[in-house]
């Protein structure tokens, strides 16, 4: 069969006319089903896409099916190695359900967050997951109220929001519970702010209280290196402090060790480390860091399992999943992860 000698468009049409089959045919073999199609028959049909040139058109394809086979992801920063970890998860757990994503960041600002939820939903996405830096995000400037949203990373309830989180105050505590496991007595807090006591900084005090500890001393800053790198000089100036650290993220954790280096002391030998995260980082550092594992995968299948329920619109809870110790040789333990 001659090829189409117009400018328009290679429709599907087209490609069932050079293969010799129905459009039917090309639509099962386009969209791997819902039918089988013989492999001869299928060959066939891929070869004259081929030749055509032929794209499916989405857009027309999401008018008829009702979906578009596609999810919106927004994170606060994709340069944070835990919300790139986190997207990366998201996105194998939306191909593995047949949906692709969209990803937004909204460079942790309370207003691009809005304005990346005008734009996933003006995309016609099937489901928006969102990372918020809020703990009580405004989620209402979507302009598809239809839009199932699920809130990912969040640590409490948010009303009118299915939620999935990690139970932070639960690890945090055991984080703690394993420096006072050591025998270490006065553990310090560096801590990332957050404007009010988050779950972290309440598992890190619950633990301490139960065994009949002090606080120790807490040093709030950013949730990066940088935050890290400062919050280890000011609670180590004069190369005294605590004797044990729970960091309230890997980053930081990695900024409180160039710290501890520049100002003579060593860890785990001077000061045992505990951080929370579990990124891909911490098994890099000098030593391998003893983190509070995030379980990444299960929270991001959980969070896309959820949006593409639809669930009843007053089901609302928050899905917590466990965290988990690993060890590495920070806090005093003789391993190599």
Same mark, same amino acid.
């Given at each position: 069969? !001659?090829?189409?000698?117009?400018?328009?468009? +290679?429709?599907?049409?087209?490609?069932?006319?050079?293969?010799?089959?129905?459009?039917?045919?090309?639509?099962?073999?386009?969209?791997?089903?819902?039918?089988?199609?013989?492999?001869?028959?299928?060959?066939?049909?891929?070869?004259?896409?081929? +030749?055509?040139?032929?794209?499916?058109?989405?857009?027309?394809?999401?008018?008829?099916?009702?979906?578009?086979?596609?999810?919106?992801? /927004? +994170?606060?920063?994709?340069?944070?190695?835990?919300? !790139?970890?986190?997207?990366?998860?998201?996105?194998?757990?939306?191909?593995?359900?047949?949906?692709?994503?969209? /990803?937004?960041?909204?460079? %942790?600002?309370?207003?691009?967050?809005?304005?990346?939820?005008?734009?996933?939903?003006?995309?016609?996405?099937?489901?928006?997951?969102?990372? !918020?830096? =809020?703990?009580?995000?405004?989620?209402?400037?979507?302009?598809?109220? @239809? /839009?199932?949203?699920?809130?990912?990373?969040?640590?409490?309830? +948010?009303?009118?929001?299915?939620?999935?989180?990690?139970?932070?105050?639960?690890?945090?505590?055991?984080?703690?519970?394993?420096?006072?496991?050591?025998?270490?007595?006065?553990? %310090?807090?560096?801590?990332?702010?957050?404007?009010? =006591?988050?779950?972290?900084?309440?598992?890190? =005090?619950?633990?301490?209280?139960?065994?009949?500890?002090?606080?120790?001393?807490?040093?709030?800053?950013?949730?990066?290196?940088?935050?890290?790198?400062?919050?280890?000089?000011?609670?180590?100036?004069?190369?005294?402090?605590?004797?044990?650290?729970?960091?309230?993220?890997?980053?930081?954790?990695? @900024?409180?060790?160039?710290?501890?280096?520049?100002?003579?002391?060593?860890?785990?030998?001077?000061?045992?480390?505990?951080?929370?995260?579990?990124?891909?980082?911490?098994?890099?550092?000098?030593?391998?860091?003893?983190?509070?594992?995030?379980?990444?995968?299960? =929270?991001?299948?959980?969070?896309?399992?959820?949006?593409?329920?639809?669930?009843?619109?007053?089901?609302?809870?928050?899905?917590?999943?466990?965290?988990?110790?690993?060890? %590495?040789?920070?806090?005093?333990?003789?391993?190599?992860?």
């Amino acid at each position: 069969m !001659s090829l189409p000698t117009n400018p328009r468009a +290679v429709t599907r049409a087209d490609v069932a006319r050079y293969a010799g089959v129905s459009t039917s045919v090309v639509s099962y073999v386009v969209h791997d089903g819902p039918r089988p199609v013989a492999a001869a028959t299928a060959a066939r049909v891929r070869e004259a896409i081929r +030749v055509l040139g032929y794209r499916p058109n989405a857009s027309a394809q999401a008018l008829r099916t009702g979906s578009s086979k596609m999810l919106g992801l /927004i +994170v606060p920063e994709l340069d944070n190695p835990f919300w !790139s970890e986190l997207a990366v998860a998201v996105t194998h757990a939306a191909a593995a359900r047949g949906y692709d994503l969209l /990803i937004a960041n909204s460079d %942790g600002d309370a207003q691009q967050e809005r304005e990346r939820l005008r734009t996933l939903s003006a995309r016609q996405v099937d489901g928006i997951i969102v990372t !918020s830096i =809020m703990t009580h995000p405004d989620l209402s400037s979507t302009t598809d109220p @239809g /839009i199932p949203m699920v809130l990912l990373n969040t640590f409490f309830e +948010v009303p009118e929001y299915a939620s999935i989180g990690v139970d932070a105050l639960r690890g945090a505590r055991e984080g703690t519970q394993h420096l006072i496991d050591h025998g270490y007595r006065e553990i %310090g807090l560096v801590m990332g702010h957050t404007g009010s =006591m988050e779950l972290r900084e309440q598992g890190w =005090m619950q633990a301490l209280r139960a065994a009949g500890l002090p606080d120790g001393p807490i040093v709030r800053c950013s949730f990066d290196r940088a935050g890290g790198y400062e919050a280890g000089l000011r609670m180590f100036d004069g190369g005294t402090g605590p004797r044990a650290v729970f960091v309230s993220s890997d980053l930081q954790a990695v @900024g409180l060790l160039r710290a501890l280096y520049e100002l003579g002391l060593r860890a785990p030998d001077d000061v045992a480390v505990v951080s929370f995260d579990g990124v891909a980082e911490a098994d890099y550092t000098n030593p391998q860091l003893t983190v509070v594992r995030q379980p990444v995968e299960a =929270m991001a299948a959980a969070a896309v399992d959820r949006v593409l329920a639809r669930e009843d619109p007053d089901d609302h809870h928050l899905d917590l999943v466990p965290a988990e110790l690993v060890l %590495g040789a920070s806090c005093g333990c003789d391993v190599r992860r």
